[in-house]
């Protein structure tokens, strides 16, 4: 059987020189292997022309940046043009108190009581606040917490729109003309009997 | 027969100036052959089925990168179950050490993609499209402007083509499952711009590879080949060439001859173009078609089968040949260790993962009557059911208790949560900082992962000293 291209067929290929007799072979590569090194250049040439003449990644970053800013936008929609009126209102609104109850029940319970009574936290069922009578002050205490105390911030884990529902639900056992600001040390859940001698 | 000798200082498959010579391995009959087919068959009945077959609710294998949820044979696996990569990839490499310390490049010549896929599909549709090796060769040679060779290349295009892409379409049915999959391809190309554009590029990719790449990837590119070159001696099994036994070559007649009649026939049917009576040499995907080659001569010839035969090179030589040498122990030591580890590590696999971090701001706090330390306990829910998880406390000193967290915390489907949770020890019965326990328990105690928690707080007797109340 005959090949085609027998006569290129390969063979030794040796180079002229030699040193103590030792010979150098000098086969050629395979032609696909060379034009991969070839396509490499060529993509390297294209790749630096794109990613600093053309600044190819400024584009790239422009849409990260316009991505996060809607993710933003979405995020804090809900306390966009957040007041005291707002909170009020909402705390009125069985669908937002609903879902404040929830995140209350799975998060805030720990310290603050199931039926808000209080515990290692503050008593939330009562009128007296310790930290500002306004909605957006309890708003800012849950986002923000209170720092040398137990109540850590909240942001990270719960975001802005929980925030708001849950501070909603705990304005629904509220009375806006009821609600009374006091001194910490006069705060009751404080009131606790005398340490065992 | 005009055909030239391969030879060991060169490459076959590379004409003299860099272009490639294509190889058109005749057909081959024969005990190993027939076995390999087999082999074939399962392993690619196993790869077209696996995304089908459903265990548990989900197919066999489904990699679900979206989602990061890994499917392997009825276990869930998740993103934070990662760490389980090291000991399959450890284990697939003590795998290798130990089998090709044995049985050479077994897994080039039986069990890889690349051989399965070229040796009985691609190579299969080419036989029966083209013809023998010699047909091949004259198609080859022939042009394009002859309408048999549009017509019968024409085909098999067509057909590598549908091939490439079914394979490619199976490949991503291991990631995206064969439900979905099925939506995508009924649905306008624009809308999955790019699965269907890794497709597109894939099936390139395959046609390439199978239908001009081919030995090229093992020769050249593969790294597994050259691993398994190196883990082979003189001990291991390989496909050999009896010298003593074969050489003078000459013709049958010939009395002072051995038993090799040169038909190259052995040369012939190598799909990698070597000359396998020049030695064990590293282009050796060990696929036995020289064996079976010349095996179907010595049959011919009434002589003794076995003048090219799966042997160590020891035993080509004519020494002694041994299985059990050092090496082997030590590569079955390692392989035993490591699936043992592997074993337990999958066995012991938690559906949540649970990790605990004191909350920030001080480390613990001090009422009139307790010492109370703030903890975030994280919650992954790794399965798609939802989890009931129990909390108790071992190991902890008298007073010191879980406060206001439920009994029992209902985790939804592959859900993630984030609970305070809180320690407390009665001031009276604090006697320092401790180390304790808290245990998460499935219901029914299917499974418990317990977590272990630092209570802090200040010198015990300092605390009774101090009188003060400071803040909650």
């Given at each position: 059987m005959n090949p085609p291209g027998q006569s290129t067929r390969n063979d030794v290929v040796l180079r002229e020189h030699s040193f103590d007799g030792i010979q150098e072979f000098d086969?050629?590569?395979?032609?696909?292997?060379?034009?991969?090194?070839?396509?490499?250049?060529?993509?390297?040439?294209?790749?630096?022309?794109?990613?600093?003449?053309?600044?190819?990644?400024?584009?790239?970053?422009?849409?990260?940046?316009?991505q996060l800013d809607a993710l933003d936008a979405q995020r804090f929609a809900a306390i966009k043009n957040l007041d005291d009126q707002t909170l009020w209102a909402m705390s009125r609104n069985p669908t937002v108190v609903a879902q404040g109850e929830k995140v209350f029940e799975s998060i805030c319970y720990t310290c603050h009581g199931a039926n808000l009574q209080g515990g290692i936290g503050f008593r939330l069922s009562d009128n007296l606040w310790v930290h500002g009578t306004k909605p957006t002050e309890i708003f800012g205490v849950v986002t923000r917490g209170v720092p040398g105390t137990g109540m850590q911030s909240w942001n990270s884990q719960l975001g802005p729109q929980k925030i708001?529902?849950?501070?909603?639900?705990?304005?629904?056992k509220q009375d806006p003309d009821n609600m009374v600001l006091i001194p910490r040390d006069q705060e009751p859940t404080l009131q606790h009997k005398p340490a065992a001698p | 027969m005009a055909l030239t000798l391969p030879n060991r200082d060169v490459v076959t498959t590379i004409n003299r100036d860099g272009s490639r010579h294509f190889l058109h391995p005749a057909d081959v009959r024969g005990r190993f052959t027939r076995a390999r087919k087999v082999v074939a068959a399962v392993i690619l009945a196993a790869y077209v089925l696996l995304p089908w077959i459903k265990i548990n609710g989900h197919p066999a294998v489904f990699l679900d990168v979206a989602e990061r949820r890994f499917y392997l044979v009825g276990l869930t696996l998740a993103p934070q179950d990662l760490w389980l990569m090291f000991f399959l990839i450890t284990g697939l490499g003590f795998t290798l050490?130990?089998?090709?310390?044995?049985?050479?490049?077994?897994?080039?010549?039986?069990?890889?993609p690349q051989t399965i896929f070229l040796e009985h599909l691609y190579r299969r549709v080419e036989r029966w499209l083209e013809g023998?090796?010699?047909?091949?060769?004259?198609?080859?040679?022939?042009?394009?402007?002859k309408?048999?060779?549009?017509?019968?290349?024409?085909?098999?295009?067509f057909i590598f083509v549908l091939l490439s892409a079914v394979i490619a379409h199976l490949f991503l049915?291991?990631?995206?499952?064969?439900?979905?999959?099925?939506?995508?391809?009924?649905?306008?190309?624009?809308?999955?711009?790019?699965?269907?554009?890794f497709v597109a590029a894939l099936t390139g990719l395959l046609y390439f590879n199978f239908a001009w790449f081919r030995e090229q990837f093992c020769l050249i590119l593969c790294p597994y080949g050259r691993f398994q070159s190196a883990l082979t001696d003189d001990d291991t099994l390989v496909i050999g060439y009896d010298a003593r036994r074969g050489e003078p070559r000459g013709k049958a007649t010939d009395p002072r001859a051995g038993a090799c009649v040169n038909c190259l026939r052995c040369v012939q049917v190598c799909p990698t173009g070597i000359d396998i009576r020049q030695g064990f040499q590293i282009e050796c995907i060990g696929c036995a078609g020289c064996i079976d080659a010349c095996n179907e001569v010595m049959d011919k010839l009434g002589r003794p089968r076995g003048l090219v035969r799966y042997d160590s090179l020891n035993g080509l030589s004519g020494k002694r040949r041994r299985v059990l040498r050092p090496r082997t122990y030590v590569y079955a030591a390692l392989l035993l260790a490591?699936?043992?580890?592997?074993l337990y590590s999958f066995s012991t696999l938690e559906p949540v993962n649970a990790a605990i971090v004191r909350m920030g701001g001080r480390p613990y706090f001090i009422t009139p009557d307790t010492v109370r330390n703030q903890f975030n306990l994280?919650?992954?829910?790794?399965?798609?059911?939802?989890?009931?998880?129990?909390?108790?406390?071992?190991?902890?000193p008298a007073g010191l208790q879980l406060v206001g967290t439920n009994d029992t915390v209902v985790l939804p489907a592959n859900e993630e949560t984030v609970l305070p949770v809180v320690l407390q020890q009665d001031r009276g019965a604090y006697t320092g900082p401790a180390s304790v326990t808290l245990r998460i328990a499935g219901a029914n105690q299917t499974f418990s992962v317990p977590l272990r928690v630092e209570f802090l707080g200040p010198n015990a007797k300092l605390l009774r000293a101090d009188t003060a109340t400071p803040t909650p």
């Open positions: 086969q050629r590569l395979p032609n696909w292997w060379l034009y991969t090194l070839f396509g490499a250049i060529a993509f390297a040439v294209f790749a630096w022309l794109f990613f600093t003449a053309a600044n190819g990644t400024t584009a790239d970053t422009r849409r990260l940046a316009g708001t529902q849950v501070v909603a639900f705990v304005l629904s | 050490f130990f089998v090709t310390a044995l049985l050479g490049r077994i897994w080039c010549g039986w069990a890889c023998p090796a010699h047909h091949r060769q004259k198609l080859d040679a022939m042009s394009w402007a309408p048999e060779k549009l017509r019968r290349r024409g085909a098999k295009i049915a291991y990631f995206v499952s064969i439900p979905q999959l099925y939506g995508w391809m009924r649905d306008d190309p624009a809308q999955h711009g790019s699965a269907f554009l490591g699936a043992g580890a592997a994280r919650l992954i829910n790794k399965h798609d059911a939802p989890l009931s998880l129990h909390f108790a406390l071992e190991g902890a």
